[in-house]
C-alpha cells in the first residue's frame, strides 16, 4: 500500500533535519590546524601543547601540522592550508607588510589571534670556551646563508648587532636551517649557535658536549638601538638560571621579542572565539605541557602588535574579558 504524500512529505522533512544535524555534527568534529616548526625545536613543543588543551577542552579538534620554515608556516594560513600558526611577531610583522623575503608577496589576510608569551633566544657556545662575549665571535665559524630558515638572518644579525657586528664579520659555516645550525656546533663545526633557551635541542647538545653556556648580550641604550634596527620587535631582557634553561649558567641579557598564534581572516569568529577563550581559562593544563607557559598571562594576551590586526572572534572575547587593549 502506497504512504499518503502528506506522510512521505513528513518522512523527507524527518530525514532532511537528520542529515542536516549530521552535517552540523561533522562540521564541528573536523580538525583544525596549528602550524610551527618541526620537532626538535621548542615552537614544536609549545604548539603540541596549545593542541593538546584545545582538543581536551574544547569541542574542537586541533593536528599539529610542521614546515620547516616560518615563511611557510605563515604561508600555511595565507593560503587556507591550517587555521592557525605559531610564530613570532616579528616573523609575522614583516611578511604581513611584505618586507625582506616576503616583498612583493604580503600575506594581507593574516590576523592575531593571540599573544602568547614573550620568548627568549641567544648564541650558545660550549661552557668552557674562550668566547666569552658577543663581540668574542668576530672572525669565528658560525652558521650563515640560512636558505630554509630565512628568519635566522635577523635573528642572528639581531644579536651581533648589540656587538656592533653582522654576519659579515664572522668565517661563515653554510647552514640550511635552525636545526642543521645546531647539529654543526655540536659536531664542532662551528664556536656557536643561534637557539632558544629551554628547546629540547639545547638540552640535548648540552648532554652531548659536556655543558654549553648562553653569552650574555650588552643591555646598553646603544646596543638595544643597534638591535632594533635589525627588527623593531626585539629588545633585551634578563633571565635567570633554572633546572629546565641549560646554558643559563648566571644572569643573562637575551634578544627577546613575542611569540603570537596567527590566524587567518577567513577563519570563522567562532573557531577563533573558541580557541582563545579555552587557552585563557587553561593556564594550569598548559603549564603541565611545558613550564614555559609559566610565562603565559591571559591578562597579556591582547598585547597590541604595530601595523597587525587581531581577528575579529578573538576581539569577541578580549572584550567580554575586559583585556582588551585596542579601540
Keep these: 500500500m502506497l504512504a ?23 562540521a564541528l568534529a573536523d580538525p583544525v590546524a596549528i602550524s610551527t616548526l618541526p620537532p626538535g625545536a621548542i615552537n614544536n613543543v609549545q604548539a603540541s601543547v596549545i593542541a593538546k588543551v584545545i582538543q581536551e577542552k574544547s569541542d574542537l579538534q586541533m593536528r599539529v601540522a610542521t614546515f620547516n620554515a616560518p615563511s611557510a608556516i605563515l604561508g600555511s594560513v595565507q593560503n587556507r592550508q ?16 611584505g618586507q625582506d623575503e616576503y616583498k612583493g608577496h604580503a600575506m594581507k589576510d593574516l590576523r592575531v589571534a593571540l599573544t602568547v608569551f614573550p620568548f627568549a633566544v641567544g648564541v650558545m657556545v660550549q661552557k668552557d670556551s674562550p668566547i666569552k662575549k658577543v663581540a668574542d665571535l668576530k672572525g669565528k665559524k658560525f652558521a650563515t646563508g640560512w636558505q630554509g630558515f630565512k628568519q635566522g638572518i635577523p635573528l642572528t644579525d639581531g644579536v651581533l648587532a648589540t656587538a656592533g657586528l653582522s654576519l659579515k664579520d664572522v668565517d661563515p659555516v653554510p647552514a640550511t636551517n635552525l636545526l642543521r645550525a645546531a647539529d654543526d656546533f655540536k659536531a664542532g663545526k662551528t664556536v656557536g649557535a643561534m637557539f632558544a633557551i629551554g628547546a629540547p635541542k639545547v638540552a640535548e647538545i648540552d648532554a652531548a658536549i659536556g655543558g654549553v653556556r648562553f653569552l650574555s648580550l650588552d643591555n646598553s641604550p646603544e646596543a638595544l638601538a643597534r638591535m632594533q634596527k635589525v627588527r623593531p620587535e626585539y629588545h633585551i631582557a634578563l633571565r635567570q638560571p633554572s633546572p629546565v634553561l641549560p646554558g643559563v649558567i648566571g644572569p643573562t641579557y637575551l634578544m627577546e621579542y613575542y611569540i603570537v598564534v596567527m590566524t587567518g581572516a577567513q577563519v570563522p569568529d567562532d573557531v577563533v572565539y573558541k580557541a582563545v577563550k579555552t587557552l585563557a581559562a587553561n593556564k594550569a593544563e598548559l603549564i603541565k605541557g611545558h613550564p614555559s607557559y609559566n610565562a603565559f598571562d591571559p591578562a597579556n594576551m591582547a598585547v597590541p602588535h604595530p601595523g597587525m590586526t587581531y581577528h575579529p572572534g578573538a576581539i569577541k572575547f578580549y572584550k567580554e574579558a575586559g583585556v582588551w587593549k585596542g579601540n
Excluded at 4 to 26: D, E, H
Excluded at 82 to 97: C, I, K, M, P
Design 4 to 26: 499518503k504524500p502528506s506522510r512521505i512529505r513528513c518522512v523527507y522533512a524527518l530525514a532532511g533535519a537528520f542529515a542536516l544535524a549530521l552535517g552540523a555534527g561533522q
Design 82 to 97: 591550517a587555521e592557525f600558526a605559531f610564530t613570532s611577531n616579528d616573523e609575522a610583522g614583516v611578511a604581513f607588510r
